[in-house]
């Protein structure tokens, strides 16, 4: 395996390959990260094409954009694709950028490695996207792909499957490199006390992704066997239970949100002291509360199966261990806004950002403690609620969060400041529209639409209207954020080293745009 | 803090044997979460209920039953031999339902119970079914099959009607094609 001291690739590197070689061998982490973004933001765009066209068939009750088989595989194809595609490599493009600037190291720990896990996630895309085409289309069976529908469909959930375990074993590559290189990496005198929240924050995602997403890989097995190897563990037929693969995928699955959105907790808790000019208020409560976070995430998976039948002790248990979650999760909003409390603010585009995170993640974060209580979700379960607290904390969350290191960092990636006019702009325009969609899916759920389904009861339709209209809004404010992009890359004000003055951290004491080899010689920390 | 090769080698291989147990943690789930349903006595649909906790009978009330029969994927003509009775709460009831396998070879299916009500589940009561076990018939073969089974007295007052429905479903492995929708034959 390709052990290699990056510090000895220093030299091939500049007499490398050239054009679309370089790309394809590159085993920098600069590189790397960055094709992991662009990868990640089309995902991003073919994800939001699929969930404009499900808005669009649900703008008015009645089916008038596409027939329901195809429906349901663009709800399960969206959610496949935002999470696998979008949310989670785009975590990993910032971990490749970042952690080795934060912590003074060369590179990433295997760097051989990092190019292999990358160049896994295209054919994965591939296939997820190539499936629409195969007879039988897309899979179809929710992003979850319960049983026994998964153990039903056609080859479009073999591709399905197949891209999982392709991604999963991406991720846990990329898990693996950011444990090794946070604990092993660090410069003279970084201890891990010293680190930035977003390095913690990814050595405790790295350790989920590690103890999960193998997790997921047997669960997808497990189905892949049941259709075609004549095994029953989810065929009811055979012996099998089909809500055994609920609490295995939820096993995974409630984990994988944290993985979702502790790097975007990193994030904010960079961002937050930067713009209050102050340093972070209880940094080692931070620590500990996502360790914690972490750690309890392995219990609570069952609150998703609250109306299998499970016997009350069991819902009792899960409620109030999914209740005690939200603790450590308060601990951290408490410490954001205790850091901006008195603090010299200013709002510039990855602060507004930053802050809008805090006010709507919190909302999402409420609505998961209502879904909590197990009676009120036997009402609110596959209702339109739970799609709403979902968006809160993953588009308002993770992507939020996403955007705001983007805009952040940017300077450091080009060497240009991004254009402040249009990055408020964009935030301002996602903020308005985000709301006007999500918002009134709560309304929705309330009043017992149900999620995934193409149609809907005459009396949903106002706020179904209002949600389509609010989410073509959001939809093509994003293309505001290819325009900052574009332009930042090309030009515009140039960046200081310390682009934001009120920043600390080892990756300001390099240049902007950081140079392509940095630290080769490790900065010594006080 | 900065580590030779070696070292950074030997925590790859520690966290790609975690990776692997935890593959295989996913499958240990299988046995472990049978233990646990047997444990909890949920999930039983396989195995005879308990008999009806005292013998007596509510001929206070009479309760319909309603007898419905389905295949999934499976060439069988399935039926109950009569579409419903009418019951005491209490009473030890006999019925029957009859199967043919339409096929040239030899299948073998399992029934699935389900209620209607939901509720109605927990207390209807049977002693014998051919839903215990899988059921293999031979080419063409047809079998009376019977179930035995007792209403809870302790059954609902609301619960007047019940409906007793079976799925068969055919049971994968024995025969090539799972039997599904959509592009595979
Ligand atoms: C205070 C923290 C949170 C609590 C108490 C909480 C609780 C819950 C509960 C009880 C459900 C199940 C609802 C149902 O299906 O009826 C749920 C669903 C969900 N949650 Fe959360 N949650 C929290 C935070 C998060 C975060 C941070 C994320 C991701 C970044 C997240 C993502 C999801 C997703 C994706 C689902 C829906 C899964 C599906 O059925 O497709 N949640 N949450
Ligand atoms: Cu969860």
């Given at each position: 395996m390709a052990a290699v001291i990056p510090d000895h690739l220093h030299d091939h590197h500049h007499h490398g390959p050239t054009g679309l070689m370089r790309w394809i061998t590159t085993t920098n982490h600069k590189d790397i990260g960055t094709m992991y973004m662009i990868f990640s933001f089309i995902m991003f765009l073919s994800g939001g094409v699929m969930a404009l066209t499900i808005r669009a068939e649900l703008f008015q009750p009645g089916l008038q954009v596409v027939q329901p088989e195809f429906f349901n595989q663009l709800t399960s194809m969206h959610g496949l694709v935002m999470v696998f595609g979008a949310i989670m490599p785009a975590f990993v493009g910032f971990a490749n950028w970042q952690i080795p600037l934060m912590i003074g190291a060369s590179d990433m720990a295997f760097a051989r490695m990092n190019n292999w896990s990358f160049w896994l996630l295209p054919p994965a895309a591939i296939l997820l996207l190539g499936s629409f085409f195969v007879p039988g289309g897309a899979m179809a069976a929710g992003w979850t792909m319960y049983a026994p529908l998964s153990v039903q469909m056609g080859m479009g959930m073999d591709m399905a499957i197949f891209a999982i375990h392709i991604m999963g074993i991406s991720s846990i590559m990329g898990a693996i490199n950011i444990v090794v290189t946070v604990l092993n990496m660090r410069a003279p005198g970084m201890t891990m006390m010293k680190m930035p929240l977003f390095c913690w924050t990814w050595l405790i995602t790295a350790y989920l992704l590690i103890a999960v997403m193998p997790v997921l890989a047997g669960a997808v097995t497990m189905v892949l066997t049941d259709r075609h190897f004549g095994t029953s563990f989810f065929n009811a037929a055979g012996g099998g239970d089909p809500v055994l693969y609920q609490h295995v995928f939820w096993f995974f699955g409630h984990p994988e949100v944290y993985i979702m959105i502790l790097p975007a907790f990193g994030i904010i808790s960079e961002i937050i002291p930067t713009f209050a000019r102050k340093p972070l208020f209880g940094y080692a409560s931070m620590v500990y509360a996502t360790a914690s976070i972490a750690i309890l995430s392995f219990t609570v998976w069952a609150h998703h199966m609250f109306t299998t039948g499970m016997p009350a002790v069991g819902q009792l248990f899960f409620m109030y261990a999914t209740m005690l979650i939200a603790v450590p999760t308060g601990v951290k909003v408490f410490n954001w806004v205790a850091t901006m409390w008195r603090g010299s603010l200013t709002f510039e585009t990855p602060m507004l950002w930053a802050t809008g995170f805090i006010f709507v993640f919190t909302i999402g974060g409420f609505t998961g403690l209502i879904c909590a209580v197990a009676p009120i979700d036997i009402q609110l379960q596959d209702t339109y609620y739970v799609v709403a607290h979902f968006h809160y904390v993953l588009v308002a969350g993770s992507l939020f969060a996403l955007f705001a290191g983007a805009y952040y960092w940017l300077p450091k990636w080009t060497g240009h400041m991004a254009d402040e006019r249009l990055g408020k702009i964009h935030f301002w325009c996602s903020m308005v529209f985000f709301n006007i969609t999500f918002f009134p899916m709560h309304f929705l759920g309330l009043a017992g639409m149900p999620r995934r389904i193409p149609d809907y009861a005459l009396q949903f339709a106002d706020f179904n209207a209002m949600a389509t209209i609010g989410a073509f809004g959001f939809g093509f404010s994003q293309l505001i954020f290819i325009v900052v992009l574009v332009k930042c890359v090309k030009g515009g004000e140039k960046a200081a080293a310390r682009a934001w003055e009120g920043a600390h951290g080892l990756e300001w004491t390099v240049p902007s745009p950081a140079p392509h080899h940095t630290f080769e010689v490790p900065p010594v920390v006080k | 803090m900065r580590k030779a090769g070696g070292e950074n080698r030997q925590l790859l291989i520690r966290l790609a044997v975690a990776a692997f147990v935890m593959f295989g943690f996913g499958f240990a789930l299988v046995p472990f979460y049978e233990q646990i349903c047997a444990a909890a006595g949920i999930n039983n649909l396989l195995q005879p209920d308990r008999s009806a906790v005292n013998g007596q009978i509510d001929e206070s009330r009479t309760i319909t039953i309603e007898f419905d029969a389905n295949t999934h994927d499976l060439p069988w003509q399935f039926r109950p031999l009569q579409s419903e009775i009418k019951v005491h709460p209490g009473q030890l009831v006999q019925i029957a339902y009859e199967v043919v396998n339409n096929r040239d070879y030899p299948v073998t299916g399992q029934a699935i119970p389900s209620y209607?009500?939901?509720?109605?589940g927990q207390h209807f009561r049977k002693l014998e079914c051919f839903c215990f076990s899988g059921q293999t018939m031979a080419a063409r073969e047809r079998r009376t099959m019977p179930v035995v089974f007792v209403v809870d007295t302790d059954l609902p007052a609301d619960v007047n009607t019940i409906t007793l429905s079976y799925t068969f479903f055919e049971v994968a492995g024995t025969q090539a094609s799972g039997g599904d929708a959509g592009g595979r034959s």
């Open positions: - | 209607g009500p939901k509720v109605a």
